[in-house]
């Protein structure tokens, strides 16, 4: 997404990424991010949670007039109400990367 | 007035052993190179907005991403994109991503696209206008760049001719 973020706003659009892991501006340089402690695939909230995610999304826009440098990062108070093993944010079936990459990511646990 | 704000860590909500193994490619100190960045030209409440994730989100009506190739190359996520209509009814939806749940998504659209509160807020001036369209492309590139051609280009092309000012992104 940031990589998109770039090109969209070289393209001549402000761009705001509403991120649940901001950390990925250190790798590719995002022009504004707006940090979520959400799980992933709910940036925005709970479902059916309308006045919650307005108000994330009120506050992701924002940045667009805050921000004055490129590679902000606006850090969101949100708490999501569930503990993360609890969210279920994970695919049903392990991704094809993961798969291939299982002995690596043991490894890397160990370090 | 200013508020000390904490900062979120983006590493909570994945298992330890897939934290540690993200964390192997991310740098730990802020970029260092250019950042590509445009200031809004206007207020926000004159501005047209859309918004674009990365979900795997199509119309029933359009082919699906493509998750088969995918799960016979993992290296490899489809490089294309789908238009979403800013009035896009939740039952006219699908998800195909195979790095998270899609089932939030197919229950409430706004948790990842937040199409009925752009118009929402077009309507109560918070924004100037929701733009027609809002997109989805496919966040799974690991190290491939042909997305940014075949999708993120076109993308840009239609939100020039829906004179859009700014853009809300979403990462699945």
């Known amino acids: 997404m940031g990589l998109a973020a770039r090109q969209l706003e070289a393209s001549g659009f402000a761009t705001v990424v509403l991120t649940p892991t ?90 | 007035m200013p508020h000390e704000q904490s900062m979120v860590d983006g590493y909570r909500f994945l298992p330890p052993g897939l934290a ?76 195909n991503h195979l790095h998270i749940n899609p089932r939030y998504i197919l229950e409430d659209i706004n948790v990842m696209l937040p199409i009925s509160h752009l118009r929402d807020f077009a309507g109560e001036g918070v924004i100037g206008k929701s733009a027609p369209t809002a997109y989805s492309f496919y966040g799974f590139q690991w190290e491939r760049t042909d997305f940014l051609k075949e999708a993120i280009a076109p993308i840009a092309e239609q939100m020039r001719s829906e004179a859009v000012d700014a853009v809300i992104m979403t990462p699945a």
């Not at chain 1, 999304?57 to 949100?78: I, K, N, Q």
């Not at chain 2, 029933?60 to 998750?67: G, H, I, L, N």
């Open chain 2, 20 to 95: 540690a193994w993200i964390k192997t490619f991310i740098p730990e100190e802020d970029f260092k190179g250019e950042i590509p960045f445009q200031p809004l030209t206007k207020p926000l409440g004159n501005c047209t907005v859309a918004a674009v994730t990365s979900a795997g989100i199509s119309l029933c009506s359009d082919p699906p991403f493509d998750m088969d190739r995918e799960k016979r190359e993992p290296t490899w996520g489809d490089p294309t994109y789908r238009k979403i209509p800013e009035t896009t009814a939740q039952d006219a939806i699908q998800v």
């Open chain 1, 22 to 111: 901001w950390e990925f501006h250190r790798l590719v340089g995002i022009p504004r991010s707006a940090a979520i402690a959400y799980p992933y695939g709910r940036p925005l909230g709970q479902v059916g949670d309308r006045e919650g995610q307005r108000k994330v999304l009120r506050a992701a826009l924002d940045l667009l007039e805050t921000a004055t440098a490129a590679g902000s990062v606006s850090h969101l108070p949100e708490e999501w109400p569930e503990a993360p093993r609890d969210t279920h944010w994970h695919p049903p079936e392990m991704s094809p990367i993961i798969e291939a990459h299982l002995e690596d990511i043991k490894k890397a646990a160990r370090r």
